[in-house]
């Protein structure tokens, strides 16, 4: 079968490094929405990209930079959801305005626009949703019909839904638990709507992701998905973020999620293979995998 | 890229190869250069050293490939990379267009693989010399990389130094993971290198406590970054003390000026950032401005008078 999408565009503009000010600090249920003043950031964003932060200050122990999705980039300013999964992504929900943080931005790849005159799909899992209120803004601008489905393991998980919901033309909610919208998993509200969808555009966790580009590949409908695979660096040296993607020739790479996405076709991902090295792999051979 | 101004020469060698600036990026820390054309002015810096290339195309280990730990880190890449072929097509015709200096580095499984590597390389534009990397903990047999046999690494070291053009320098880089570090650095010093890379990464592992497996794809993993620096600074100057007259490229979690010059005490007369890169991807040029000034404020006219100050 011949691939339904073309591999995301490199961003328009390079990133820069700077220290910027924290301007604000929210919390939104389960997360920390922080509002940093970085206007080179800001006009160079695209959606669907991400910026890099340092945590812990300039002798910190914690060396790896934390990539985190941008929400919005307006008037100078850029929006992250910040979710306390850990030491370094706790420090950065307690930044307070007046802190500084070190900043590296946009980087990846953004979503490519929707084909002429096609109704889009946005589908977010948990803050995944921050990723897609800036797409969510510029499909509308740009004359497409969008619907929204957001879901979450509970009704504090869920993201950005206030947001999506001013903009888009329809938001679906789906909670694991039937703490808020339906009870349920995404694809309760996704299998509904495909069926008038012209492209899917998903951000969230790799089992979700997966979930609605399967479904989507199966109605011959384009998807594109933005993955959150833990980087290292962020601006793609350190090579730990690969995953194995279908190039345009066909065959299969690793490759990497920072600077060759975090934006790839759904159906260019190999989701059964991630975390394993099959032999079809250009380089395999060389690593002693040889076809069965 | 902050220009610092100072009055010091900070110009240095690898082997007999003038380099303006002692401070290189590290192999397999900054892939082929390019990605940090943003963020550093590449034509200043000593030289670009690039991910250790092979003869063929690898798509290098599955993930997980990375941990984070106390201030450092754990890889298992598996030397990732496009081979000889496209890195001579691509990554070094780029640096050569924008006038970059690169030091490739090279790795194989065998003998012959290095001798082969080194040949195509002879005379490339912009290649200043080549890294022998006889010492990655991630390849097929672990700890059993050439580095730790004072023999097979002079094998490599000798195949390499015949096959190589004669006007690159050849650093062999040495693995910490030895009794004596002291005698692999003048096994391969006797069989040609015209200098020492050291260190690479050591030999770790990290458990994860909620699935109680090993964390990375490859079990174990490279260790580097600031956690490493001691152990770093030990073996460089082991080696100088020993061997005073050989040229050392001195790396392992350098992250600041201050942190570079203890290793230009040791005895380094250049040094490679690493994996600081990750978390500051002006790194580089960084260290070069702090070294520069940390010097000054020693009363240092040259960076050359530095090197192995601490000995004397």
Known sequence: MSPLTTPAPRAERPPVQRVVEVVGCRPV????????????????????????????????????????????????LVTVVVSAAGPGSAWLTERR??????????????????????????????????????????????????????????ADRLCSVQELTGIADTVAVTTDDGSSGRQGL????????????????????????????DAATARGIPSYVAVEESMACGIGVCMTCVLPIVGEDGRTRFSRSCVEGPVFG??????????????????????????? | MTVVETAVDMSTSLGAVEIPSPVLTASGCSAFGGELEPFVDLTAIGAVVTKSVQLRPRSGRPTPR????????????????????????????????????????????????????????????????????????????????????????????????????????????????????????????????????????????????????????????????????????????????????????????IRTGLDALQFILAGASAVSVGTAVFNDPSAVARVHDELAVALEQRGFAALREAVGYAHR
């Open chain 1, 186 to 213: 995404v694809t309760l509200a996704v299998d509904e709507l495909l069926p008038d969808i012209g492209v899917v555009y998903a951000c969230g966790p790799m089992p979700m992701l997966r979930a609605v580009a």
């Open chain 1, 97 to 154: 305005p007046g802190d500084t943080v070190d900043v590296v931005g946009p980087l990846g790849r953004p979503f490519p626009p929707a084909p002429p005159g096609a109704r889009a799909l946005l589908v977010a899992g948990g803050y995944g949703a921050a990723a897609l209120v800036g797409l969510t803004t510029q499909l509308k601008a740009a004359g497409h019909a969008v619907d929204a489905v957001a879901g979450a393991a509970a």
């Open chain 2, 66 to 253: 990375m941990a984070e730990t106390p201030s450092g880190m754990l890889n298992s890449i598996g030397l990732q990379g496009p081979g000889i072929d496209g890195l001579l097509a691509e990554e070094l015709p780029w640096l050569a267009a924008r006038g970059v200096r690169s030091f490739v580095s090279i790795a194989g499984t065998r003998v012959e693989d290095f001798a082969e590597l080194a040949t195509r390389l002879r005379g490339v534009p912009g290649v200043l010399g080549l890294e022998v990397n006889i010492s990655c903990p991630n390849v097929e047999s672990r700890g059993e990389v050439f580095a730790c046999d004072p023999v097979a690494a002079s094998d490599v070291v000798a195949a390499v130094r015949a096959a190589a053009d004669p006007a690159q320098p050849i650093y062999a880089k040495l693995s910490p993971d030895v009794t004596d570090i002291v005698s692999v650095a003048r096994a391969v010093s006797d069989a040609g290198a015209d200098g020492l890379s050291m260190i690479n990464t050591l030999l770790g592992l990290v458990i994860d406590p909620d699935t109680m497996k090993p964390v990375l794809g490859g079990v174990t993993g490279g260790l580097s970054g600031p956690a490493i620096r001691p152990v770093a600074l030990r073996c460089v100057w082991q080696v100088h003390q020993a061997l005073p007259e050989v040229p050392i490229l001195g790396m392992g979690g």
């Open chain 1, 29 to 76: 249920d389960a997360y920390v929405e922080l509002t940093l003043a970085a206007p080179e950031i800001a006009e160079r964003a695209q959606p669907g990209q991400f910026v890099a932060f340092a945590v812990g200050g300039e002798t910190s122990a914690l060396l790896l930079r934390r990539s985190i999705a941008i929400s919005t980039a307006d008037d100078g």
């Open chain 1, 266 to 292: 759904g159906d260019r991902v190999r989701f059964d293979d991630v975390g394993s090295l099959p032999w079809d792999v250009v380089g395999a051979d060389a690593m002693g995998v040889v076809a069965p």
